[in-house]
T-cell receptor, first 115, second 116 residues
Framework: GAGVSQSPRYKVAKRGQDVALRCDPISGHVSLFWYQQALGQGPEFLTYFQNEAQLDKSGLPSDRFFAERPEGSVSTLKIQRTQQEDSAVYLC?????????????FGDGTRLSIL | AQKITQTQPGMFVQEKEAVTLDCTYDTSDPSYGLFWYKQPSSGEMIFLIYQGSYDQQNATEGRYSLNFQKARKSANLVISASQLGDSAMYFCAMREPNGNTGKLIFGQGTTLQVKP
């Protein structure tokens, strides 16, 4: 597609359930990022992939968060045993490379609500 | 550690006037990139403009320009001839310098409302 695609757009889950969020980056983009955005705040970095390699996962808040990009294209962010503080918008972004002047292009995000 | 500060939680501007959104940053690295993004209420994050730390001239993109003052570590966004569609949240971000990830560090954002 022309842009970054994320699904689902909205997700409601009960506390303790597992959720999976999908990101389909711009075709050919090497770099893929996940961010978490709390209401009224700026996005915060979660993890980074270069192709299929997860090079940085320093932003993942706990071991309940897991991300993968097995074929270097589509990525999935999984949250196990969800808690209320996981409620946020999860943004995926991709860029064509790692040069500092290359902008990251974002998807519309997945709004996750944990009841 | 790198940090981005946006001190204006909310701003109002009259349609067709210019507005400046403030951004200051903190880094000890000489090489870095600065970005501005627009986030309408629908939620998508739209890239507006980029400024590199070594760029000699201020960046411009249509009605957007960046007032880059390196010594003061500020990178203010100027929007000229405001339109109603400019009403949104605006984020300043810095790309982590010399890192393997190139992750973005965002400020808290400024909400801009354009009045007709």
């Amino acid at each position: 597609g022309a842009g970054v695609s994320q699904s689902p757009r909205y997700k409601v889950a009960k506390r303790g359930q597992d959720v999976a969020l999908r990101c389909d980056p711009i075709s050919g983009h090497v770099s893929l990022f996940w961010y978490q955005q709390a209401l009224g705040q700026g996005p915060e970095f979660l993890t980074y992939f270069q192709n299929e390699a997860q090079l940085d996962k320093s932003g993942l808040p706990s071991d309940r968060f897991f991300a993968e990009r097995p074929e270097g294209s589509v990525s999935t962010l999984k949250i196990q045993r969800t808690q209320q503080e996981d409620s946020a918008v999860y943004l995926c972004a991709s860029s064509s490379g790692t040069e500092s002047n290359q902008p990251q292009h974002f998807g519309d995000g997945t709004r996750l609500s944990i009841l | 550690a790198q940090k981005i500060t946006q001190t204006q939680p909310g701003m109002f501007v009259q349609e067709k006037e210019a507005v400046t959104l403030d951004c200051t940053y903190d880094t000890s690295d000489p090489s870095y990139g600065l970005f501005w993004y627009k986030q309408p209420s629908s939620g998508e994050m739209i890239f507006l403009i980029y400024q590199g730390s070594y760029d000699q001239q201020n960046a411009t993109e249509g009605r957007y320009s960046l007032n880059f003052q390196k010594a003061r570590k500020s990178a203010n966004l100027v929007i000229s001839a405001s339109q109603l569609g400019d009403s949104a949240m605006y984020f300043c971000a810095m790309r982590e310098p010399n890192g393997n990830t190139g992750k973005l560090i965002f400020g808290q954002g400024t909400t801009l409302q354009v009045k007709p």
